[in-house]
């Protein structure tokens, strides 16, 4: 994807793991050709009051594709993502069939060439995510998959987790883990406390998350493979991460949005809007999370963006499937509620998670010359009011809906194609 016009990033403040400084940027031919003062180009992108960063990457996207099209599509599922400033995306092989076999790799891939954002693809660990069977990893990371993961569930059986492990050391892969533990999570719909209690609806305790994050963590020490741990919820959670990291382990970790901005309180109101997987825990929990994205044991925020069509979000909260968006609306919830210098919590949405999956060679690269031209310009003291039928994904369930937020997308570059222009989707 390149662009033979000249494009300048005019007026803008420069945040990149490099450091921070006031320039144009002019990008050519899908990279960077100048970084500087006054700088001119066939066409100009007003970037005043805005920051100029490296483009997002989340490494948690669910875009329904192929099975659930009502939902989501690889196509709107990244106009959404540009929009919400990210350059790069990994989809989450929780579909119908299962992104468990290189034909329906390859068939993601496909759909994701002609999308205005960089979709990688992740793989099952096991056959249709059943839990019983080691998928054809090696088939599928032959295609590029670096991500593994049977998200929507975690793996079950420890001797077979043992086994991927040592299989993904070979492969020079990351198995994510989406730690639940079926047994204890049994029935629940929430996470179990007081308001589980209160309002009568059955519950998960933080223990059925946090049993699976130790037994991973032993995993990972056993066969030494690089283990991502998914949307960690809880403060006994990040306690053991932060443990496993200062131990040396290869271990890496991420928060979702909604993880470090609402509560189980949330779902006081019955409305499964608030349904999600690991639940809303509590507020300590809540500063638990923040907590550890400000030390960085949680070094990557993720979106989990989790489409639902509204047929199946209006049922009742028990029969409600958990999910909830999140692309449209992550920096501006990082902007708003954590207190994190700018660089920090650029790094959580972009060059760290890209070096988690093997592409911080395209994204998260710093906003230099003869670098990819994959970059966000946001202006972060824009204030929005959110509006689930604003926004690009075909679902709704947005937890936000109505609340007034900070930090807007203004542009977005991927590969030097401004696919986002004025806070206006291009294609
Ligand atoms: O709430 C969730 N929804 N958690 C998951 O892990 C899966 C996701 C989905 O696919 O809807």
């Known amino acids: 994807m390149t ?44 970037a ?22 009502e939902a989501e599509t690889v196509e709107t599922g990244a106009r959404g993502a540009a929009l919400g400033g990210y350059s790069a995306i990994v989809a989450m092989p929780n579909t119908t069939p299962a992104i468990d076999s290189a034909a329906v790799v390859r068939q993601v891939q496909e759909l994701g060439r002609v999308a205005p954002c960089d979709v990688h693809v992740s793989g099952a ?41 040592e299989y993904s050391v070979g492969l020079g892969v990351v198995l994510a883990q989406h730690c639940e533990d079926d047994a204890l999570c049994g029935g629940g719909h929430m996470h179990e406390g007081e308001w589980s209690a209160r309002l009568g609806i059955a519950g998960q305790p933080a223990e059925a998350e946090e049993l699976m994050v130790m037994r991973d963590i032993a995993l990972a020490r056993l066969t030494g493979a690089r283990v991502h741990f998914q949307h960690m919820s809880t403060a006994r959670s990040v306690a053991m991460i932060r443990e496993a990291i200062a131990a040396g382990l290869a271990v890496t970790a991420e928060a979702t949005t909604h993880h470090f901005t609402l509560t189980h309180a949330q ?25 550890g994205l400000a030390d960085g044991a949680i070094g990557i925020i993720a979106t989990d963006h989790a489409p639902h069509a509204a047929e199946t979000k209006e049922l009742p909260f028990d029969q409600a499937p958990p999910g909830m968006l999140g692309l ?67 679902s709704t369930n947005t937890p936000y809906e109505g609340r007034e937020l900070r930090g807007k997308v203004r542009h977005t570059l991927l590969f030097g194609e401004p696919v986002v222009i004025s806070g206006e989707a291009q294609r």
């Open 125 to 165: 660990i096991t056959v249709d995510r059943a839990g019983e069977q080691l998928a054809p990893m090696a088939e599928m990371a032959a295609l590029g998959v670096r991500l593994f993961t049977d998200d929507g569930a975690g793996v079950q059986d420890n001797a077979l987790m043992r086994r991927a492990m």
């Open 328 to 394: 449209e609306t992550a920096l501006a919830l990082c902007l708003t509620e954590l207190q994190l210098p700018i660089e920090q919590i650029i790094a959580a949405l972009s060059w760290r998670p890209a070096a988690v999956v093997g592409i911080g060679d395209q994204h998260g690269r710093p906003i230099a010359t003869g670098e990819p031209a994959n970059i966000a310009v946001f202006d972060p003291e824009y204030r929005w009011t959110v509006r689930g039928s604003d926004m690009a994904s075909r």
């Open 267 to 291: 779902c006081a109101s019955y409305d499964p809007v608030f349904k999600v997987n690991p639940p809303l825990r509590t507020a300590e929990d809540v500063a638990a999370v923040k907590a």
């Open 3 to 46: 662009n033979t016009h000249s494009v300048v990033i005019k007026g803008g403040h420069i945040v990149d793991s490099t450091g921070q400084r006031d320039a144009d940027v002019v990008v050519v031919d899908g990279r960077i050709a100048a970084v500087g003062e006054d700088l001119s180009a066939d066409r100009t992108l007003d």
């Open 48 to 69: 005043a009051g805005c920051i100029v960063s490296p483009g997002f990457v989340d490494i948690h996207s669910h875009l329904r594709e192929p099975g659930k099209e």
